[in-house]
C-alpha cells in the first residue's frame, strides 16, 4: 500500500510559520480536523519516580491531497475522508494505557506512527465500500500538535508540532518563561530587576531530540545574570545560546536546532497593554 503520509513535493497550505500561536490557521484545502482532544499520557521512565499523568490537547489536520471529492460525490465515507470519531476513539486509547512514554519525542514518534496506521486502515475500509474506487489510497498531508499546560514548571505552556511539509523536524513552542533581569536604560532600572517573559519557536531536528526542560532551566538563568540595556540585544542573545544548546550531546555533535524565534516581552513596562517588546528569528546557518 502507498504510504498516504509520505513526505512530498506537493503544494501545502498547512500553517507552520514560526511566530504561529494557535494549531489551526485557515487553509484553502479540504481537510478533516480534531481540535483540541483531551488526552492524559503518562511521560517518564520507567526506572525514574517522575512518572506523572500530563493533561494535555491533542490537535490533527489531516488533508486529503484531492480534497473530498469522492465523499461529496457519493454522499458518504470514501477514502478521501476519515471518521474523526474513530480516529479520536483510538487516539485517546492509545494515550490512556499506564506504560509511561519516556519523553515527549517518544511520544510524538508513537503517535504518528499510530495515526498513520488508523488513516491506511479507514483508507482501506472506506474504498472496499464502493465500486469505482481508486486502487490506491489518496496522499495526505497533515499537522500534528500536542500541547501541555503544565509540562514545563518555568513556563506557561509546550506544545510540540509535526507534519508532512517538514518531516525531519519537529517544532517546539515554549510559552512565556517567566523571569527576571537588569533591563533597560533608565538609572532606576539598572538597580531593580524587572519581570521579563520570553517565548521560544524552535525547529528541532528529529535525528537529535532536544531536552526541552533543560534547554528551559538554561534560557530562564541566563536571563535571571543578564544586564542587558536593550530588550533586542537580550533577544539577540538569547538566540545565540538556544541556538548552540546542546545538553547532554557532545560538543563534536551536531547542532540540535536549525531556527529559532525569541519572543521577549516586558508585561509591566506599558500599564495599557499586556506586553511590549521584541520578536527575533535566527536560523543556524546565519551565524
Known amino acids: 500500500m502507498v504510504n498516504p503520509l509520505q513526505a512530498t513535493d506537493h503544494p501545502s497550505t498547512i500553517n507552520m510559520s514560526p511566530a ?14 480534531i481540535r483540541s482532544l483531551s488526552v492524559i499520557p503518562r511521560i517518564g521512565d520507567e526506572k525514574s519516580s517522575e512518572q506523572e499523568h500530563q493533561p494535555a490537547l491533542l490537535h490533527l489536520r489531516v488533508i486529503p491531497w484531492d480534497g473530498f471529492s469522492g465523499s ?30 519516556p519523553s515527549v519525542h517518544h511520544l510524538l ?64 513552542q515554549i510559552d512565556e518563561i517567566k523571569t527576571y533581569s537588569i533591563i533597560g536604560i533608565l538609572p532606576h532600572e539598572r538597580t531593580q530587576k524587572q519581570t521579563m517573559l520570553i517565548s521560544l ?24 545574570e543578564s544586564e542587558f540595556h536593550t530588550v533586542e540585544a537580550l533577544a539577540d542573545s538569547i538566540s545565540k545560546h538556544v541556538l548552540n544548546f546542546q545538553g547532554s550531546h557532545p560538543p563534536s555533535t551536531p547542532k540540535s536546532i536549525e531556527r529559532v524565534t525569541v519572543t521577549v516581552e516586558k508585561p509591566e513596562a506599558v500599564s495599557c497593554a499586556a506586553g511590549v517588546g521584541v520578536q527575533i528569528t535566527r536560523s543556524s546557518n546565519s551565524q
Not at 140 to 165: G, H, Q, W
Open 20 to 33: 504561529s500561536l494557535t494549531p489551526f490557521g485557515p487553509v484553502e484545502r479540504d481537510s478533516v480536523i
Open 72 to 101: 461529496i460525490k457519493h454522499d458518504r465515507l470514501c477514502s478521501d475522508t476519515l471518521s474523526y470519531f474513530d480516529l479520536s476513539k483510538r487516539i485517546i486509547s492509545r494515550l490512556s494505557h499506564e506504560l509511561p512514554f
Open 109 to 172: 514518534d508513537e503517535l504518528q506512527l499510530s495515526i498513520l496506521r488508523d488513516i491506511e486502515e479507514q483508507q482501506a475500509l472506506n474504498g472496499a465500500r464502493l465500486i469505482d474506487a481508486s486502487p490506491h489510497p489518496p496522499r495526505v498531508d497533515y499537522e500534528l500538535t500536542i500541547e501541555f499546560p503544565s509540562l514545563i514548571s518555568l513556563a506557561n505552556r509546550l506544545s510540540l508540532s509535526r507534519s508532512t511539509t517538514f518531516p525531519d523536524l519537529t517544532r517546539i
Open 201 to 224: 519557536v524552535l525547529w528541532n531536528r528529529q535525528s537529535s531530540p532536544l531536552d526541552i526542560q533543560s534547554l528551559t532551566r538554561s534560557v530562564y538563568q541566563k536571563v535571571i
